[in-house]
Structures are given as structure tokens and as C-alpha cells.
């Protein structure tokens, strides 16, 4: 790594360090208050609404599916429910407008509704986590039936209200039929014929019969005679698998069955049967029965959505697509799962259709659709009138709810910036071990070549004092030579004496010179060898 990257690796290093710290310390500061929110009375201090964020007071998200649907047609303008896989909706003026029922119900998977027939203030709502219920036509629900009332198996599929006992309520579960005699305070399994752990789809009472009841199973069509108290497996020639049923007020009864495998009538109250050879009548989805003319019928198959004005006779295809939704823009067009028509004295026929991505509404009958987006509905309350506690806002900002995809970045951030940490942490350690081992090498290197411009100074040193040692030696040898010629030449004594002091000082010179350079042939070998192991060393 070259000096640039690794200023560029402290400087991540830093700022992801300064995310993680915020990360971690809004997590702790929120968890801590939330340990301590009973002794701090966080759920008495209030915040008011202009300080909290718009997501709280309005609805917007993605495209709800709709898959049940409800009418109150008491007034001029009828009173339409929506429930979606989140949350429940409700319309005061015939659908043009929408507010989402939160109070006590929050957004729950709504896969049916039932309004009592004798007090339209009564709604009850089934959902995956049992049966919720509200008295005030859906403002606000004080009621959750699960478990603890007998509703063992809490995912219901459709829910029905007798019509001359409104306290008796009938719950289609995934694991079973049950019925509750107090409103839905309390509910028991209904036997008596039907196989336990049976997965009902839907229950209705026959238009012709009252105290007649048909379910549709998995396994086929069960009826009781009786109320509910006895059943009977009925038409074992129908495929098994219901999805839906509806039959008509006639004599003899007219049935109609909705399965997997196509669309089946029966004209004499199910003695005989017939399949619709209509070609798109495959894998029915839903059946609904017109609340004015009881011989006009809806039907959703995986193919479209079709009516029939006789009974099942002919069908007319009135799918909701590109070319008569008017403001459908890049919506993807989906099957329909459930179908609501409605007509009154005082105001035209509609028909809604609820899919996966909304709500289609037509005023003539499936010729022409509007399309209503429930996940962009408008406020649900005012920032004036609305509080949220402490304790609330805390754990809102603790689970990340409150900061809302910005939390999961920070989350993400925080997880890449823990791994960015201990990666560049990693560079710069080993960065910086690298420099300092190339430092200690350097500094080594150079006082090597320091001692060997030393050595190679005291070795030229030793060479220049062997020559001079030489040369001295040999002027010495010239002096002896000379002084001998003198004592011949002299012999008076006194001079004699004088040059013998002279010649034995000039010996006592000449052995010490030798033994100076015997001292620096020495030292000169001891340089040589350490040159040479130096030298082998490198290689």
C-alpha cells in the first residue's frame, strides 16, 4: 500500500467509526430509557403531533390487496368496507372516498367481514390471528376473539350471521367449523358429520331453505338440515376442492359451486350437476349474487372476471383492463378475489372488485372501471388532535420505525462500517508494521555501510603505517650502516661512547617499530576477515 491509500483508509476508517458511534449510541441511549420506562413515567409524557413526522397521520405504501369487501346501504350514499392484507378501509359516499379503521384493529390481514343484519353497528372482521369486533361500525374495535374464547384455530376463512339470531355467528377456520351463541364471546367446534381438522372456505345459508347450511372444504361440500347441528357430506360427483358457493331463492333451488377444476350448476337443489363449458371457467376464485336481480350472477376465475344476467346461462366477460380502467397507469392488473355489486332506489347500481393491487368500481356494470389505490388514502387524524407518549416515541425510534428506511441504511451503513473498520484497522496496522520494518532495515543497512567505510579507513590506515613503518626501518638500517663507518673512523673514547648510545637507542627504535607492525599486520588480517564474512554474509 503507497502513502495515497493509505490516507484515504484513516480518513474511512474515521467516518465510518463516527456512524458506527451514532449507530450504536441511539440504540442504547433508546434501550436504556426503555428498561427504565416505568420509573421514568415515559408513558405520561406526551408528545404532540406537530413534533412527530407525517408518516403517522397518513396512509402510504404500496398497493393493497383486496380481499374482502361489506355494505351498509341504510342511507342515500351506501357505507362500503374494504379489507386489504393491510388494514381495513371504509367509505361513507359509495367509494369516492377512503379513511383507514385503525383504532384497536392497527393492520391486520382482513380476509373477511360480516355485518350483522339486524345492527348495522356491529361489524366483526376475520383475520390469520382470529376474529376482531367493533360496535360502532368500525371506528374503533374493543373485541379480539382467539384462542382464550374456544376459536382454536385462529386463520379464518369466512365468517357468517344468522339472520334470525344474530348472536349465533358461524367461523370457516383452516382447522375447522365453529360457532359462537354469544356474539362471538365464545366459540365451540361444530362435528357432528364434518371430519375434524377440515379446512373450511365457506359457509352460506341457502336462499331457499333457511336453517339449511353449506360449507366447502377441501374435501368436498357438507349440509346440515338442521341448523348446524347435524351435517351430512352432500354431491360427492363435485370435485373436492370448494372455493365458493352461492345459491339462489328459487324452486327448486338453483346452486352454484365455484372449484379448481371449472364452474359447476345445479337447477334442482344439487340433485344433478353441471359443468359450464365456457372455455375461461377454470379455477373459479370467488361467486357473488347480485343484491337486486337474483338471477344475475359474478364470477372470478383465473381468466377474468364474467357475468351472467340468466342464471349462468350465457357470461359476458367485464375484466377490469387498460382499455376501460380510465385512470389505471402503470398498475399491474391482477385477478380478482373478491366482488361486491350494490343497488338501491336512490342511487345507481355499483359493482366493486377487489385484486391484489386495489379496487375496481364500475357504475354500469363492468363496461367502464375507476381504479382506487387504498395505500395513498388521505389523513387518518389530525396533527392537531394527535399525541403519542414517550414510551411510545422511544420504542418507535428503537425499533427503527420512526426513522423508517433511513434506519435499515443505518443499519446496513453500521454493518458495512463494523467490517470497513476492522478491515482498514487491519491495513493501517500492517501498513505501519511494513514502515517500520522498512525503517529498522534501512537504519541497519546504513550502519553496516557505515562500518564498512570504517573498516575500509582503518584498513587503509593500517596500509599507509606499514609503508611508513617500512621506510623508517629502512632509514634506521642507512643510520646503523653509517655509525659503524664512524666507530672505525673515530677512536677517541669519549665519541666512541657517544655513538655506541646512539646505536643502541636506534636498535631499541627499530625493535619497537617491528613489533608495531607485526601489531598492524595483525589488525590489518582481523579487518580482512571481517570484510570477507561481511561480504558472505550478502551473498
Known sequence: ???????????????????????????????????????????????????????????????????????????????????????????????????????????????????????????????????????????SWSEWFDEASGLTHVLINDLLINPNDTDTIYAATQGGLFVSHEEGEFWESVGNGIPSNQNVRTIRFSATYPDNIIIGTENGTFRSA???????????????????????????????????????????????????????????????????????????????????HNGGDTWQEITPDKNNVQNLEDVALMPINTILPIGGKTQPSLLFAGSKTGLYISKNNGTHWNFIDLGESGNTVSKENFKMDLSKLVTEIHTGRFLGSYFFWLVDLSSFGMIALAISGLMVVFYRGKMKTSKITKKAKHDAEIDIDHNIEIAESADDLSVDSQNVHEMLEHICRHLEKCKTIYNITQEKEEIEKIGYHILSLDKKLNQMMEHVDGFARITQDMDAKEDGTKK
Open 226 to 308: 338442521d341448523g348446524g347441528k347435524l351435517w351430512e357430506k352432500k354431491w360427492n360427483n363435485l370435485p373436492p376442492d370448494i372455493s365458493s358457493l352461492i345459491t339462489l331463492n328459487t324452486d327448486p333451488e338453483f346452486i352454484f359451486v365455484g372449484t379448481n377444476k371449472g364452474f359447476y350448476k345445479s337447477f334442482n337443489g344439487g340433485l344433478n350437476w353441471i359443468k359450464d363449458s365456457h372455455k375461461k371457467l377454470r379455477e373459479i376464485y370467488t361467486l357473488a349474487v347480485d343484491s337486486k336481480e337474483h338471477s344475475s350472477i359474478y364470477l372470478s376465475a383465473k381468466k377474468g372476471l364474467f357475468f351472467s
Open 1 to 139: 500500500m503507497n502513502i495515497h491509500y493509505f490516507k484515504q483508509a484513516r480518513i474511512l476508517h474515521k467516518w465510518l467509526g463516527v456512524a458506527c458511534f451514532i449507530f450504536v449510541l441511539i440504540l442504547s441511549a433508546s434501550g436504556i430509557l426503555l428498561m427504565h420506562a416505568d420509573y421514568l413515567e415515559l408513558d405520561k409524557k406526551m408528545i404532540e403531533g406537530k413534533f412527530l413526522p407525517n408518516k403517522y397521520f397518513q396512509v402510504v405504501g404500496a398497493h393493497r390487496s383486496v380481499q374482502s369487501l361489506a355494505v351498509i346501504s341504510e342511507n342515500e350514499a351506501s357505507i362500503i368496507f374494504a379489507g386489504t392484507d393491510h388494514g381495513l378501509f371504509r367509505s361513507n359516499d359509495s367509494g369516492q372516498s377512503w379513511l383507514e379503521l385503525k383504532e384497536g384493529l392497527f393492520s391486520q390481514d382482513i380476509r373477511v367481514l360480516a355485518i350483522n343484519p339486524q345492527d348495522s353497528q356491529m361489524i366483526y372482521a376475520g383475520t390469520p390471528k382470529g376474529i376482531f369486533k367493533s360496535e360502532d361500525q368500525g371506528d
